[in-house]
């Protein structure tokens, strides 16, 4: 049985109970943040934190996030997940409990805090080196999405029309641009440049995408943030998604239609493995500073 963390206490996860006034269930009022670990390290800790802030900034809700750090690494402990190679601790927070209106509630509400962790797996080299399928799909999300909020029916229901098409994913079309995944950034590769879609309301500013940004440019690749068409896809060399449980996912077909060489192209493959040595790196720092 797992350890769940809600309101200020760890507890068994059957224990663990909702009022059916929560705003998070009642109007999707509220965010939420997936933040991995690795063999207990945290990674990109300091990113996802500031995203969430600078949602629960947007939606107005008065919560102090300080103890949230502490709160992460004792349901990595308590669930005996220190040595696993990846796991991840999902927490959202809603602006809490009160009689259903459309406007925020009159009196003081406490937020709604809940979080568990668990495992999770890459996929084999095999497949891996296969690369993956997507299908493309409308993005009929709304125009804020780089807010992290929990209203992710249409991500659910374009991520279902690729698994109903026997995609492994979807990529979001909007005007003509194909946006990102249904849970994951979005990445061409053009010759020997890295393209992936500009920070705007359209996109997730995902913390993956930001240090995969960082490494292409410090290992010299050129790289643009800019929309990518949907014409352009049949003419790129390489596509790739990058997300939390994701990490850098190759994509070698697209509709029906093979992107490149048919399989996990050369420039994902180094910005996989720049991905994964920074990883090890963070793995590295703490060890270093507990010895
Ligand atoms: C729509 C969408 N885009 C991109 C991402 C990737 O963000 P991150 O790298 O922070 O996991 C996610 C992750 O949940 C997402 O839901």
């Not at 949602?55 to 102090?64: A, K, N, Q, S, T």
């Not at 040595?83 to 809603?94: F, K």
């Not at 509400?109 to 084999?124: C, G, I, L, M, N």
Request: aromatic share 8%.
């Amino acid at each position: 049985m797992s350890t769940v963390f809600l309101n200020g206490e760890y507890m068994p996860k059957a224990e663990a109970t909702i009022s059916p006034d929560d705003r998070g269930f009642l109007l999707g009022d509220g965010l939420y943040e997936v933040t991995p670990f690795y063999e207990g390290v945290p990674f990109g800790l300091e990113g996802h934190a500031q995203r969430l802030m600078r949602g629960l900034c947007w939606l107005r809700i008065d919560f102090d996030t300080s103890g949230l750090e502490a709160m992460h690494r004792e349901l990595i402990a308590r669930n005996g997940l220190e040595s696993a190679e990846r796991s991840m601790v999902y927490m959202q927070i809603t602006r809490g409990a009160a009689p259903r209106t459309h406007y925020f509630p009159e009196g003081q509400v406490t937020p709604t805090v809940y979080a568990y962790t668990k495992e999770w797996s890459r996929p084999s080299d095999d497949a891996w080196n296969r690369g993956f399928t997507a299908r493309t799909v409308p993005d009929r999300r709304w125009s804020r999405v780089d807010i992290k909020t929990v209203c992710l029916l249409p991500n659910a229901l374009a991520f279902q029309a690729a698994k109903d098409a026997g995609a492994d994913d979807a990529i979001l079309v909007r005007d003509g641009v194909a946006i990102e995944g249904a849970h994951q950034n979005f990445w061409g590769v053009f010759g020997s440049t890295v393209v992936t879609h500009p920070t705007t309301g359209h996109i997730l500013p995902g913390i993956t995408r930001a240090i995969v940004l960082e490494e292409a440019r410090a290992a010299g690749m050129t790289v643009e943030e800019r929309p990518i068409q949907i014409e352009e896809l049949a003419l790129a060399d390489e596509l790739f998604f990058t997300g939390t449980t994701g990490e850098v996912r190759p994509i070698r077909e697209v509709d029906g239609r093979v992107v490149g060489e048919g399989c996990a192209g050369e420039i994902t493959r180094q910005l996989s493995d720049l991905f994964l040595a920074r990883v090890e790196q963070a793995k590295a720092a703490v060890r270093m500073g507990a010895s």
